[in-house]
């Protein structure tokens, strides 16, 4: 378990560098891509169950670009998304753990609500969220 741990801890830290890298130009495509928390402090920590989430369009999976959204313990793969106004709508194929992902074993679908309340702010699912620096750890 100890591995598994580490390679989850590993995937996230990965992910939250390609999306707060990225030019903001780049990374801006919809305004809910980016890292998210609901708390600036979850923001800074990257390991176990925090409310952590990024969303991306276009995040490297194997080379390939994917659009997803990442938690702890949920690796959500985009399958639809519809938008109207400020909120969008997400159809996922979610797996608990990577290697699920990896066999295409063990998925669930997900529909996600996401609603827009300004550059900053996002509710996931009725939940307040707040857009994480762009620099881990920068002070605004």
Known sequence: MRGL???RRSLAAAL???VLLLPTSLRAAEPYEGAWAR???ECKEQDGATS???IGLDIKIDGKPRAMV???ENHCFIDKKSTVGNDTTLNTTCY?????FKKKVSSRKVTTRLSV?????L???GKSYLRCPEKPGKKS
Do not use: G, H, N
């Open 5 to 7: 741990d580490a390679a």
């Open 16 to 18: 939250l560098a390609s």
């Open 39 to 41: 708390t600036a402090k």
């Open 52 to 54: 952590l989430t990024i």
């Open 70 to 72: 990442e938690q702890y």
């Open 96 to 100: 608990e753990f990577w290697d699920d």
């Open 117 to 121: 309340v300004s550059k900053d702010a």
């Open 123 to 125: 509710k996931i699912d």
